[in-house]
């Protein structure tokens, strides 16, 4: 275990960064270190965390507003918010199960590595809801971007650079998000389907449809086949109406059952933190996002690797757990790459995570911009190196 | 006015030569170098500022335009991206030795997929142009900024356009899959695809809304989603600013969002009446139009609880639609603001601050005093719900000095947009109007790491220079040496 270092404030996080600049010296990036297991291992001698950086700074539920110090646990901003019956929009899975670690996730971790649940189909990812934030770059100099409004373009958007940059740009220290009121009650439909084809498409019509679905996911069920689950999240009178029309539309595709609040709210949970996907210890999870018509054949490559998984965000996000092997990491790789998508090895052995290409590589000229880019924020390159790509 | 650089004497000397260079690329009628077909291209929204072009080339495909950045590379000519030339904050603003890069001939439609919710347009398609390819099907493109009949898409995604329903739908950033990139070296390259949130550095939100700094873009992948089962809306009138603030806070307290929420205060009201005799309460100091959508049973359910809430404030009138004439009639004014104000003056500067919304009706009385300290009178119209405030400032373009005048209260109400914790522009951008006021949002240090990433995509700063940051601090001198 590497040397630690927890400064007090942002302030101390700039020093600390500024020390390493000068003198070199690798800093792996983290909050409560819940996602040290994503993408690939840092190789740096110290580990700046920002766990002491905690706290809201600012909540304003009539302006859709909230700040909040890079270190704030999640649940803590989960409880403020829904005290005022808000909620966070994207939904952050909790990866705790994934990664068998105790310690709530924190905000920071969150954008940067912008994950986002089933709510992101509808109403966006996490970076989508990043208003503003104040980061210490490569050189140790505290800068901001965005601010705390909810509609600003001024100069370039450095905040939805930095999110999902997993810290290899510059150490967030505070974040200003949107947030939306959480809908009175909610409900899910679920079509019994025989195949992932036929249940992408009870998820396609569902998001094609005017009700305002706000999560579409197919998840294997006790009887061999699929169950398509549609959410609504709205005014009681809303959801009532919405999956009564909601449900006439699905008919055609198999019999629906309506769940009720209680049951949609543990059921989505689920989804959000990727239980259905059953993982064993020492299997690899994959995440691949797709057109949704082409998450059934990503299902299909787990499956050919005596794996398996389950399709969110209408089919297009697939999560897939299989043999931790180099092999299978490129049968996976290369069928998302074959149906235009993105695919991220999210949990893997350390020996594979460090053997294989994590995220897709980019494009030549792409990766020379990337590389001028993260020279332009952080030139002496201590910040997470090696987090992303190797030797970056 | 806000200074250009002096054109560089050896690229203007080189005039013919890159005409040449330009017609071999873009073949038949594409380049354009006689003056006065050039004019048209002078100018945009912003239309104080004129500055005819050195050349004006209109590709057809994104090879040209690979070719025609390539060429402008190597011989170190500067290049300035145009769609339909609707910026209001000069984004499209020639300089005397820039080479005008208009994507206005690139309009196909490439694909569209509604079993997986996308279309594939070019950049020179309009922004209704989207809607208007699937509305047969019951889908849209969320994203409606007031210029949407004309503005193109490849314009929107530079600026990173909103509109009056972003409250609810977000803006153009929060509605894109992809987008075919041109580097300012030639080289094309495909970011993102028909999927959400590609792994890797976010380059698809860092592009959006660049204003041509960092590259163009040919190609555009873009969300479409399922329209509403309807939408009505109401109106609501309040006797003073504060209280209709407080209504709107109330509003979205209660946990709705309404999918418009608009803000105009008494000039605006006056203004917009006498245009359109929309039946706007002329004895209101504010009034609101909210939109709701669903079926007209969830209109019904959510104009009574915003009417409920409303009642709270003491109201001067309230107005709810009973059909979508009716919803249309409210909106009439509303949509009509800009030209019901150009009718009373003869010329007006609209501004683009966002505020916290709590900050509504301190920022509107400073600048109700502002505009009486310079003699000119405003008419403010805010998208309430996100805080985008856009005050328009009468002036009269023929006289420098009530122009002189225009410019130095819009720069004031920025800069009280900024010290109340909000941003120089929600949707319109820096362009070349807001350019000199940057250093009263960001400190120099923050304005060097941006600039740095520009140079990161842009090492000679050819790329639409003199938007965007202050002409002092740039590493590449802009001007005539």
Redo the contacts between chains.
């Keep these: 275990m590497s040397a630690t270092l927890a400064p007090a404030d942002e302030a101390a996080v700039a020093a600390a960064v500024a020390a390493a600049h000068a003198a070199r010296e690798p800093l792996a990036i983290e909050g409560n270190g819940t996602k040290r297991g994503l993408l690939r291992p840092v190789q740096a001698a110290r580990t700046l965390s920002l766990r002491n950086l905690s706290g809201i700074t600012l909540y304003s539920p009539a302006e859709l507003v909230l700040s909040a110090r890079a270190g704030t646990p999640i649940p803590e901003i989960e409880a403020a918010l829904a005290e005022k019956g808000q909620q966070l929009i994207a939904e952050p899975p909790d990866t705790r199960a994934i990664f068998g670690t105790d310690a709530p996730a924190t905000l920071g971790g969150i954008v940067a590595t912008n994950l986002s649940g089933p709510r992101r189909i509808t109403w966006g990812s996490m970076r989508d809801h990043v208003l503003g934030i104040r980061f210490v770059n490569g050189q140790g100099e505290v800068l901001r971007s965005g601010g705390r409004v909810l509609k600003n373009v001024t100069g370039l958007d450095l905040c939805k650079l930095l999110s999902g940059a997993h810290g290899t740009l510059g150490v967030l220290t505070e974040i200003t998000l949107k947030v939306l009121p959480a809908g009175e009650t909610s409900a899910t439909l679920r079509v019994h389907v025989p195949d992932a084809a036929a249940g992408v498409r009870v998820l396609s019509a569902g998001l094609g449809s005017p009700f305002g679905v706000s999560g579409a996911a197919l998840v294997p069920d006790a009887a061999g086949g699929f169950a398509a689950c549609l959410r609504l999240e709205d005014f009681a009178p809303s959801v009532t109406y919405r999956s009564a029309r909601l449900a006439e539309d699905l008919a055609p595709h198999g019999d629906v059952a309506v769940l009720d609040a209680d049951a949609t709210r543990a059921l989505w949970r689920e989804i959000r933190d990727a239980a259905p996907l059953a993982a064993q210890p020492g299997e690899a999870i994959w995440r691949v996002s797709v057109r949704p018509s082409a998450g059934p054949a990503m299902l299909a490559a787990a499956d050919a690797l005596g794996g398996r998984g389950f399709l969110d965000w209408g089919g297009g996000l697939a999560w897939l757990a299989g043999p931790a092997s180099e092999a299978a990491h490129g049968a996976i790789a290369a069928a998302a790459a074959a149906a235009g998508g993105t695919c991220t090895l999210f949990r893997a052995p350390e020996a594979l995570r460090l053997s294989v290409a994590v995220l897709p590589d980019e494009p030549a000229p792409l990766a020379a911009i990337g590389r001028r880019v993260k020279a332009a924020l952080d030139p002496a390159g201590i910040l997470n190196p090696g987090r992303m790509r190797a030797g970056a | 006015m806000i200074a250009l650089p002096a054109p560089k004497p050896e690229i203007l000397a080189r005039r013919e030569e890159i005409l040449e260079a330009l017609r071999r690329i873009v073949p038949g009628d594409g380049v354009i170098g006689d003056a006065t077909r050039l004019k048209p291209y002078e100018t945009d929204g912003l239309a104080a500022y004129r500055q005819v072009p050195l050349a004006v080339v209109l590709p057809r495909t994104t090879e040209e335009v690979a070719a025609v950045l390539r060429w402008c590379n190597a011989n170190g000519v500067r290049v300035v991206p145009r769609g339909a030339g609707t910026s209001l904050s000069g984004g499209a603003l020639p300089l005397a030795d820039a080479v005008v890069i208009g994507l206005m001939r690139m309009n196909r439609i490439l694909e569209i ?6 279309a594939v347009v070019e950049a020179g398609v309009t922004n209704i142009g989207i809607t208007k390819a699937v509305e047969g099907d ?2 849209f493109y969320a994203p409606d900024p007031s210029s949407q009949l004309a503005c193109m898409i490849g314009g929107n995604v530079m ?2 356009s ?1 509109g009056a329903h ?2 609810k739908y ?2 153009t ?2 509605n894109l899959l992809g987008v075919k990139f041109v ?1 300012i ?1 030639g ?1 094309v ?3 993102g ?14 592009i ?3 204003e041509g ?2 590259g163009l873009v040919t190609e555009v992948t873009v969300r479409i989603l ?4 309807g939408a009505r809306a109401m109106l609501a009138a309040f006797k003073g600013t504060e209280i209709a603030g407080a209504a ?3 509003i ?2 209660s ?3 309404p999918v418009a929420l608009e803000f105009m205060d008494k000039p605006c009201i006056h203004a917009c009446e006498a245009f359109a005799h929309a039946g706007y309460p002329l004895d209101a100091e504010a009034m609101l139009i909210i939109e709701v959508e ?2 007209v ?2 209109q019904d ?2 104009l009574n ?1 915003i009417k409920a809430i409303c009642e709270r404030f003491d109201p001067i009138s309230l107005k709810v639609a009973e059909s979508a004439e009716q919803s249309l009639a409210i909106w009439k004014g509303r949509k009509g603001a800009f030209g019901a104000v150009g009718r009373i003056s003869p010329d007006y500067l609209c501004m683009d601050g ?5 900050e509504l009706p301190f920022v509107l009385k400073r600048i109700g005093e502002m505009s009486t300290q310079y003699g000119l009178g405003v008419a403010n119209v805010f ?1 309430a ?4 405030l856009h005050p328009l400032i009468m002036f009269d373009a023929n006289d420098p000095e009530s122009f002189r005048k225009a410019e130095a209260f819009g720069a004031d109400i920025l800069r009280l947009c900024v010290e109340v ?10 362009g070349v109007e ?1 350019r000199d006021l ?1 250093t009263v ?3 120099a ?3 060097d ?2 600039r ?6 842009d090492p000679q700063w050819l790329l639409n220079p003199s938007k ?1 940051f202050p002409l002092e601090g740039a590493p590449v001198p802009l001007a005539a040496e």
């Design positions: 997929d509604l079993e997986d919710r996308f019951g889908f600026m990173n909103g972003c409250l977000g803006v950033a929060n580097t070296e080289e390259i495909d970011i695809g028909a999927h959400l949130d590609a792994a890797g550095f976010d380059w698809l939100g860092l959006t809304g660049s700094q960092l399922r329209g509403p089962e709107v806070d109330a979205i307290g946990g709705i969002i669903g079926s049973a969830e359910d959510l609880r966002t505020i916290p919304t709590s998208h719900g996100d805080g985008n914790g909000g941003c120089l522009t929600g949707e319109h951008g820096v807001k940057m949002q960001f400190t240090r923050e304005l790491q941006q740095a990433i520009k140079t990161a995509f965007v």
